[in-house]
Structure formats: C-alpha cells, structure tokens
T-cell receptor, first 115, second 115 residues
Framework: GAVVSQHPSWVICKSGTSVKIECRSL??????MFWYRQFPKQSLMLMAT?????????EQGVEKDKFLINHASLTLSTLTVTSAHPEDSSFYIC???????????FGPGTRLTVT | AQTVTQSQPEMSVQEAETVTLSCTYD???????LFWYKQPPSRQMILVIR??????QNATENRFSVNFQKAAKSFSLKISDSQLGDAAMYFC????????????FGKGTLLTVNP
C-alpha cells in the first residue's frame, strides 16, 4: 500500500513553455502533499506544501508564480513550471502523507530538461 | 529551526560486512519522528526505518537497525550483512510531532558496497 505515482517520469520542453507534472496517491487519501527539487548528488529541497482545497505554502525563495501548485483532490496534486528556463532543469519529486501519519510516501520523480 | 547533520558524505563497505551511518539532529521539541530513507540510482526514495522519539526501544527492520540516543540527539543506522543492493544514497530525516508534517533532511551519505 501507500503508492504514489508521478507523470511524466521524464519531460523535455523548450525554453519559455510551461510543463505540468502530476502526482497521484493511488491507494490512500493524501491530506498533505509536498513538492521537492533535487539537484545531482544533493539532498531534497522542499519547494512547497499543499493541502487539498487550499493554497499551497511555498518555502522561502521559491517563486510561487513560476511554480504553480494545485491540490484539487485528495489524490491529485499538480506542479506547473511556467515559462521554463534551462535553470529550471532538475529532478522534481512529490510525496504525500495520509491521515494521522508522519510518514511521507514518495513518488518516483520527474526529470525535467529545459532546452 | 531543526537541523539534521550527516557528517559522512561517503562510506564504503565490503559485501557481507556491517556499516554504520551517522546522523545527528538539533531540536528543542520532545515529540518528533526520525527516518532513514534510501535513494538508489533509480532515485526512488525508499523508507528504510522509522523511530518515534517517545519510544526508547531502537527500531529494527531485518538487516537494518538504529541506535537512537535521544539525549545526545543521535540517530545512526546500522546495516548488517551488507548486500550489493544496499548501495545508495542514504538520507536521515526529522519531522516534528506538530501538524506541519514537513521533513527536514540531512545532506546524505553515499554508500558503496564492494564485492
């Protein structure tokens, strides 16, 4: 149980375009979802926290207008990278927690390459 | 703010041997949870073991065990009978027992298993 999926697993887009990444909890209701960014050989950097039906809470230094997060249901959160630039190229990981649990279940990640 | 420190950027172990990864944390809270996550080359984050701060007994999961020293704020991971599949980046993580569920990660330890 506690499976989280992400789609797509790999995406290449042109500079200036937008790309959407989906994160789904497949077998549980995710009360809270998290979005991370990870550079090679580095730790995970939390970008934002989202709760179903509420606006996402962004970490300091993360541009909320560039990284749009929508948590429309208890099983789906989306991250849209708007007007992507090469410096946005990275590995993006989502995670989710269920009710009354402090354990986060991670998706497999999405590799974004902006050309 | 809570911090998690992993002082060993890289470790290596011979197959079938035992290795211990170090982790210390800083917090003023009494209610929290600690985790060790494994990130293999696939980059999928996998939960290895968890420890509730209120539990005195050290957590164990098959070949993985922790040495939780609450007063010293230390949370080391011992891997016994190391296998080639254990090669990965290992992250120590902390989450407060409050309501925000946010994980604080260490910088990680890259474990190499030599045949």
């Amino acid at each position: 149980g506690a499976v989280v999926s992400q789609h797509p697993s790999w995406v290449i887009c042109k500079s200036g375009t937008s790309v959407k990444i989906e994160c789904r909890s497949l077998d549980f209701q995710a009360t809270t979802m998290f979005w991370y960014r990870q550079f090679p050989k580095q730790s995970l950097m939390l970008m934002a926290t989202s709760n179903e039906g509420s606006k996402a809470t962004y970490e300091q230094g993360v541009e909320k207008d560039k990284f749009l997060i929508n948590h429309a249901s208890l099983t789906l959160s989306t991250l849209t990278v708007t007007s992507a630039h090469p410096e946005d190229s990275s590995f993006y990981i989502c995670s989710a927690t269920g009710t009354r649990t402090y354990e986060q279940y991670f998706g497999p990640g999405t590799r974004l390459t902006v050309t | 703010a809570q911090t998690v420190t992993q002082s060993q950027p890289e470790m290596s172990v011979q197959e079938a041997e035992t290795v211990t990864l170090s982790c210390t944390y800083d917090t003023s809270e009494s209610d929290y949870y600690l985790f060790w996550y494994k990130q293999p080359p696939s980059r999928q984050m996998i939960l290895v073991i968890r420890q509730e701060a209120y539990k005195q007994q050290n957590a164990t999961e098959n070949r993985f065990s922790v040495n939780f020293q609450k007063a010293a704020k230390s949370f080391s991971l011992k891997i016994s009978d190391s296998q080639l599949g254990d090669a990965a980046m290992y992250f120590c993580a902390y989450v407060s027992g409050g309501s925000n569920y946010k994980l604080t990660f260490g910088k990680g330890t890259l474990l190499t298993v030599n045949p």
